[in-house]
T-cell receptor, first 111, second 116 residues
């Protein structure tokens, strides 16, 4: 089942912060965050693993609440280059690394 | 590292013809690759999982005979859209699973298919 992301869209001024949430109805093994710009491939940002391990982008942070089956992506001091659509991809145990993606959050950073 | 290429980047074909899309992992071996379809302003919808040396696993609702997947080597998977129709027009993206680094998927640049 597809995870649910919120908000669906957000507009920021440069330097402002944003939080994007991802919620699943299934017990998760990992959560993967990607950013996609229009007409381009999704770019990997971060992975959060059950047990608390995080790997990925240095300037972006995220959290993973295993009990609530939720993850949040924190974008601080946003830059114009942060604009794009953010997707969370969730995986469960014994699915061969298959990811199911949320519907996306469109982030626009204005000067 | 973790670069995935896709070819072609765009293709226009006539209804009834077949189109082959290639996905290559350039700097790592990928025993598992995935094929997605994306409509404008929508999410990535997983079509199938491609495993090297074995048959692909298709998601529910995806026609196996229409979307043929072959994963012939550790760096190449192909998707063939057979007897394409206008409703098959979409953005097709592949990804490759990198086990050895961060165990995540790296995406190719996508292929825009337009069927006339």
């Amino acid at each position: 089942q597809q995870p649910v992301q919120s908000p669906q869209a957000v507009i920021l001024r440069e330097g402002e912060d944003a939080v994007i949430n991802c919620s699943s109805s299934k017990a998760l093994y990992s959560v993967h965050w990607y950013r996609q710009k229009h007409g381009e491939a999704p770019v990997f940002l971060m992975i959060l693993l059950k047990g608390g391990e995080q790997k990925g982008h240095e300037k972006i942070s995220a959290s993973f609440n295993e009990k609530k089956q939720q993850s949040s992506l924190y974008l601080t001091a946003s830059q114009l280059s942060y604009s794009g659509t953010y997707f969370c991809g969730t995986s469960v145990y014994n699915q061969g690394g298959k990811l199911i993606f949320g519907q996306g959050t469109e982030l626009s950073v204005k000067p | 590292g973790a670069v995935v290429s896709q070819h072609p980047s765009w293709v226009i074909c006539k209804s009834g013809t077949s189109v082959k899309i290639e996905c290559r992992s350039l700097d790592f071996q990928a025993t598992t690759m995935f094929w997605y379809r994306q409509f404008p302003k929508q999410s990535l919808m997983l079509m199938a999982t491609s495993n090297e040396g074995s048959k692909a696993t298709y998601e529910q609702g995806v026609e196996k005979d229409k979307f043929l997947i072959n994963h012939a080597s550790l760096t190449l998977s192909t998707l063939t859209v057979t007897s394409a129709h206008p409703e098959d027009s979409s953005f097709y993206i592949c990804s490759a699973r990198d086990y050895q680094g961060i165990d995540t998927q790296y995406f190719g640049p996508g292929t825009r298919l337009t069927v006339l």
